[in-house]
Structures are given as structure tokens and as C-alpha cells.
T-cell receptor
């Protein structure tokens, strides 16, 4: 069983829609990361969370430590948001990753 | 700053050959990582380093070796390449400040073992 589970695996949205991607984990963690992998393969770090909520532009990330759950929200989605979004947890010095959520935003 | 650089971009190896994947960062980060990403699968941590001279195993270290003689460089060595090592390899570096960490990823090396 993977320590990090993401849902949905694939998501298609119309431009302007509000997007939610979920991440659940089964181990005690010190931090959770959200990453974005572009269609060309490049990976960019979006957020690191250890508690609460963070916002950067149209992206919002939340974490509930007690429920071992995090969500990534995208407001007013745009075709340029199309990418794979990856949840990763830091577990001691190890890092464990979800399989990713492939988001396609159609104009 | 160049950030995190990786060479080569793409390589084909024959079974049993060896090679070194190069990774360098110019941001003076203490932490460096090697990950592999198999098609349709999540990233997996191979090895990491918390500073020059210090390395440790991640989730999938078998078949690989690393060294960290300088802060800047973190090469990954494949001995006796096997088809199971066909993957995309990402190097990353990070710093921590006030409990916050940001990882910076290299562009990846695509390796095909035939």
C-alpha cells in the first residue's frame, strides 16, 4: 500500500472552474509538499505545509494533521494550469510521493 | 544562477554497462536528492545528502551509489545497468529556513537500458 494516496487520478475542467485535488497519507509526517510537473516534465515546488493553510495567487493548499489529509485548490482555473500535481510527504529524512493528479483545463 | 543542472539529458545503456549521472547546484543548498520516476508512477527517493560528505539511502537505493565531496555536486552512479533502471532521474536541492523547505528540481535525465 502506498503511504500517499491522491485523488482523483485524472481531472478535466472547463476554464474558470474551481479545482480541488486531494491527498491522504498514512504515516506521521513533518511536512507535506505540493509539486507541479509540467507537460514537458519539469517539476516545480508549489507549497510546503506543516499546518494550516497557504495561498499563492490562485493556488490554496490546506492540511489537516489529525485527519492526515491535504487539499490543493485552484481558483479560476486556466488552460496553463494543465499539469500533473504531485503530493509528497517528508517522513523523517525520507520523501514519499503520490502518483499524481493529471489536470486538464479546457478553454 | 543556473539552479540545478543535470547531465546528460538522455542516455541509452546496454545491460551491464555503468554510468554516472551528474547533478550540480549553484545555490549553496545543503540538502540534495536523487529521485527516479517510472512511467505512470510516483517519484521515488533513491539517495539523499544533508551536506558534503554525508549521504544516506532513500526508498530505492539498490543498484545505485552516490558521493557528495562538495556542496555543489551530487553524482549518481549506476553499476551494472539493468532494464529495471529504465526511468527518468531527477536531482533536487533544497534549503530550510524557519522551518520551511523549498525543493528545486533539475530538468531530469531520461535513461533507457536495453
Amino acid at each position: 500500500k502506498n503511504e500517499v494516496e491522491q485523488s482523483p487520478q485524472n481531472l478535466t475542467a472547463q476554464e474558470g472552474e474551481f479545482i480541488t485535488i486531494n491527498c491522504s497519507y498514512s504515516v506521521g509526517i513533518s511536512a507535506l509538499h505540493w509539486l507541479q510537473q509540467h507537460p514537458g516534465g519539469g517539476i516545480v515546488s508549489l507549497f510546503m505545509l506543516s499546518s494550516g493553510k497557504k495561498k499563492h495567487g490562485r493556488l490554496i493548499a490546506t492540511i489537516n494533521i489529525q485527519e492526515k489529509h491535504s487539499s490543493l485548490h485552484i481558483t479560476a482555473s486556466h488552460p496553463r494550469d494543465s499539469a500533473v500535481y504531485i503530493c509528497a510527504v517528508r517522513w523523517n529524512n525520507d520523501m514519499r510521493f503520490g502518483a499524481g493528479t493529471r489536470l486538464t483545463v479546457k478553454p | 544562477n543556473a539552479g540545478v543542472t543535470q547531465t546528460p539529458k538522455f542516455r541509452i545503456l546496454k545491460i551491464g554497462q555503468s554510468m554516472t549521472l551528474q547533478c550540480a547546484q549553484d545555490m549553496n543548498h545543503n540538502y540534495m536528492y536523487w529521485y527516479r520516476q517510472d512511467p505512470g508512477m510516483g517519484l521515488k527517493l533513491i539517495y539523499y545528502s544533508v551536506g558534503a560528505g554525508i549521504t544516506d539511502k532513500g526508498e530505492v537505493p539498490n543498484g545505485y551509489n552516490v558521493s557528495r565531496s562538495t556542496t555543489e555536486d551530487f553524482p549518481l552512479r549506476l553499476e551494472l545497468a539493468a532494464p529495471s533502471q529504465t526511468s527518468v532521474y531527477f536531482c533536487a536541492s533544497s534549503y530550510s529556513s524557519q522551518g520551511m523547505e523549498t525543493q528545486y528540481f533539475g530538468p531530469g535525465t531520461r535513461l533507457l537500458v536495453l
